[in-house]
């Protein structure tokens, strides 16, 4: 069954791609593709039947807009930086302190901060964080939670 969600995911994420006009820029596209696919798999954890088809669907679809509104306008070095900011915020910063990145070559910049530091129920660590990115002077903010996973590292929960 698991296997089936994946590769819905998948299905979605290459017609969402494949929907797109000419115009798109390649960086939108991947962007789209692995927003489509994580949304997706995402979506797909939530409900049964029907209404688990339904968030797979809306999360392929959020998803991928957010990938593509994301990748055109980052560069894989942005990623990169933005992604290696984040774990290390998570891993070493104290709730409030935050960790930044730049790259110079196009004036790109962002910052992840923990927020909040727990342990679930179940004795997992986890992390609320905010994280910005600015692109050609504005700025986007997100916020999620992250859990320490048994091998050391962190998953984005939401």
Do not use: H
């Not at 104290?94 to 070559?105: L, V």
């Amino acid at each position: 069954m698991k296997m089936t969600r994946i590769l819905a995911a998948f299905t979605m994420a290459l017609l969402v791609a494949a929907c797109q006009g000419s115009g798109y820029g390649t960086k939108e596209t991947g962007g789209a593709i692995l927003g489509a696919a994580g949304g997706g798999l995402l979506g797909s954890q939530f409900g049964s039947g029907s209404g688990q088809i339904a968030a797979t669907v809306a999360g392929t679809l959020i998803g991928a807009w957010i990938g593509s509104e994301v990748g055109r306008s980052l560069d894989r070095a942005d990623q990169l930086a933005a992604e290696r900011t984040t774990v290390s915020a998570l891993e070493y910063n104290p709730d409030g302190q935050r960790s930044t990145w730049r790259n110079p070559n196009n004036n790109t910049s962002g910052y992840t901060e923990p927020i909040r530091t727990y342990q679930t129920a179940s004795g997992v660590d986890c992390r609320d964080y905010r994280t910005t990115v600015v692109i050609d002077g504005r700025s986007e903010t997100a916020t999620g939670t992250a859990c320490r996973q048994s091998d050391g590292t962190w998953r984005i929960t939401n």
